[in-house]
């Protein structure tokens, strides 16, 4: 597997995928506003780098994930001085492979990269999975960013300080 900057041709397949992470894990309902968002991956890519990873052999995307940081408009939680990433999402077929894990990894690269002090993110309240793997990466809860973009949804934040190089 590798991780890359997404391209062109990558952009309908992402958002197929994304479509069906979400709804693999209870996110979203075929019809729920929420999956326009996850389609348009153009958008993400036009305001944040959407990274994926993708099996060398077969060139499939595996999973992928939009990178941003502090004032941007895919920005939810950061401020300045820290990224984020968002949209999360890995193919079902894929999980349990580590695609999740090398795509958490690439954007923390990415941020220490650009000097970031921390990294956040926010997942919702009942994604065990996705909570277990960023508890084991070091991400933190911060109650204080924890939100609501609709009724019924609760998303917790979640920081993680970068060491100096």
Do not use: K, N
């Amino acid at each position: 597997m590798v991780v890359r900057a997404a391209v062109e041709a990558d952009l309908d397949e992402i958002g197929e995928l994304s479509v069906a992470a979400y709804r693999g894990d209870g996110q979203t309902r075929e019809g729920h506003p929420y999956e326009l968002h996850l389609r348009d991956v153009a958008a993400r890519a036009e305001h944040g780098t959407v990274l994926v990873a993708v099996d060398e052999p077969t060139g499939r995307v595996l999973g992928s994930v939009a990178f941003t940081l502090a004032g941007t408009p895919l920005a939810d939680l950061s401020r300045p001085g820290e990224a984020e990433f968002r949209m999360l999402a890995v193919a079902p077929s894929a999980q349990g492979r580590g695609v999740g894990e090398a795509l958490v990894r690439a954007c923390l690269d990415r941020a220490a990269a650009a000097g970031c002090a921390a990294v956040v993110i926010c997942v919702r309240d009942f994604a065990l999975a996705a909570q277990r793997l960023y508890q084991r990466l070091g991400f933190e809860r911060c109650p204080e960013r924890d939100w609501s973009p609709l009724p019924g949804v609760v998303l917790l934040g979640l920081r993680l300080p970068l060491r100096p190089a």
